[in-house]
């Protein structure tokens, strides 16, 4: 079994790309073509060091490879990075010269938004290069709200296994992250009638939640310690980790963030502190779901895309028997189911 786990660890390629006139740094990683062509995002973020990116996106290809098998999509596990700050750096040169990379790769990678890359983005690749999705043109557009879709009915899936009934009213979420999914999540969770305490590294995000939503602020450092029912994390990835977890107060962990555990031990510590884990790369998987749709032959139908989204919770719900009966942690869990679906195709 180790064996096996080792195997799947490793990368079928690794791409680099480097076009200093242009700005650009960038690394595709395709980690497992089994079941399909690799998909997954384009990050961009400012990595300060190569190893620090490279792990990065090492990890995140692993993840989309588990998301998709556990999804049940005809496709891989893939990611993209470049190296550069979004706000200030993201020129047409460096998207210019990220496309011709894209283009050189279509055969084996499609892409979409992630952290740093817009649906604006996306669609000025896809007029460059054809192994774009999430995109104005191919129909789905940008992804974030049926990722904060799926995420909520995931949560929902997680209070309704821990407390019986799946009723929001009253209950305290923390969100870490307003930016496209948390704000979305928040939306719905406002709606659902939760109470929500937020924060950003951007103030007047959080400054914006709190007339919107009646949110309390919190510091960005304390957010996951906060008096909550649920911690939502939806910003980026490392936040579970032996200095946090003892901390948390809340019994469920379900949001949006890519790679929540730092390492993979983190589960066993939120399982021994009576803490419900919603493994991160099935919870936000509606995002996933809605760029594979739009690859369909037939092309982009919402409503085969929302059929799909509707089986989180009850993936979910599955994970949480499954690792209760076994003595499991719900992150094993869902590693087993995963790769199950892979060995089923191989
Ligand atoms: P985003 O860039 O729109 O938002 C991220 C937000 O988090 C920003 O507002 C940022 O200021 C904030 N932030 C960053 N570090 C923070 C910190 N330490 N504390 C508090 N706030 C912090 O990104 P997004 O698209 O909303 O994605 C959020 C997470 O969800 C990422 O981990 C992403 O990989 C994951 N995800 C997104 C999608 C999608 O469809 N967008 C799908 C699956 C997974």
């Not at 909520?152 to 999914?181: I, N, P, W």
């Not at 906060?226 to 032996?242: E, S, V």
């Amino acid at each position: 079994e180790s064996a096996r786990i080792d195997a799947f660890d490793s990368h079928e390629q690794i791409f680099l790309g480097e076009d200093p006139s242009r700005g650009l740094k960038a690394i595709v990683a395709i980690h497992n073509t089994r079941l399909g062509p690799a998909l997954g995002g384009t990050r961009i973020w400012p990595h300060e060091t190569f190893d620090a990116a490279l792990t990065d996106v090492l990890r995140l290809s692993r993840g989309m490879t588990l998301k998709a098998a556990i999804s049940g999509l005809p496709f891989g596990g893939g990611k993209a990075l470049i190296v550069a700050d979004a706000r200030t750096a993201k020129t047409p040169e460096l998207l210019d010269a990220y496309a011709e990379m894209l283009l050189a790769l279509k055969d084996r990678f499609w892409t979409a938004e992630d952290v740093g890359m817009t649906l604006a983005d996306a669609d000025y690749l896809r007029a460059r290069t054809p192994n774009v999705s999430g995109t104005s043109s191919g129909g789905g557009g940008n992804p974030s709200p049926i990722t904060a879709e799926g995420v909520f009915l995931g949560l929902k899936a997680a209070v309704e296994h821990r407390h019986g009934s799946e009723d929001l009213t009253g209950l305290k979420v923390a969100v870490q992250g307003l930016g496209a999914v948390g704000w979305a999540l928040c939306e719905r969770l406002h709606a659902a009638g939760a109470a929500l305490i937020v924060a950003d590294i951007d103030a007047d995000r959080a400054g914006e939640a709190t007339s919107e939503f009646g949110a309390r602020k919190c510091a960005a450092d304390a957010i996951h310690a906060a008096d909550a029912d649920i911690f939502a994390p939806c910003a980026l990835g490392g936040m579970l980790n032996g200095n946090s977890i003892p901390e948390l107060k809340a019994g469920i962990i379900a949001g949006s963030a890519n790679n929540q555990l730092a390492r993979e031990e983190d589960a066993v510590l939120l399982k021994e502190s009576g803490i419900l884990y919603a493994p991160d790369y099935v919870i936000n998987s509606g995002g996933l779901i809605n760029v594979a749709a739009e690859l369909e032959p037939g092309g982009y139908e919402a409503e085969a895309a929302f059929a799909r989204l509707r089986h989180i919770p009850e993936t979910l719900a599955d994970i949480f028997h499954r690792a209760e009966a076994t003595g499991m942690t719900t992150n094993e869990v869902a590693e087993a189911l995963a790769l199950e679906r892979i060995a089923a195709a191989s």
